[in-house]
């Protein structure tokens, strides 16, 4: 049953008829750009509402474990480790130095490679 009074059921009519007067429902970009809107919003609630894929807190749990006795052995290899080393010195520089030709080579990009053939 509605609750509502004359006066709200014409003021209602009244905004019906404004809103309208003002689009026609047969203006066939409105229709679909309403469309498109209603689709995304429906989209929205439906990933809104639907089950987050995971698992449970005992799984969860149980892989925590697995992870904490593996960052400790972890931690025991890295004791073990000799940092005065030379060797270890040298390999540590490489892999610095191939990173940064590798960081200098994206940041440079094909674009600036063609430029740059084009000027020799």
Known sequence: MRSGTGDED???????????????????????????????????????QAPKPGKTDDELSKEMGKLDAKGEELDDELADIDLTDPELNK??????????????????????????????
């Open 10 to 48: 014409q003021a209602t009519a009244e905004e019906r008829a404004a809103l309208e007067a003002e689009f026609n429902p047969e203006d066939e970009e409105l229709c679909h750009a309403a469309t498109k809107i209603q689709a995304s919003f429906r989209g929205h609630m439906a990933r809104k």
């Open 91 to 120: 390999a540590a520089t490489k892999i610095q130095a191939s990173f940064r030709g590798h960081k200098v080579r994206k940041d440079v990009g094909p674009n600036d490679k063609d430029e740059e053939k084009g000027n020799e």
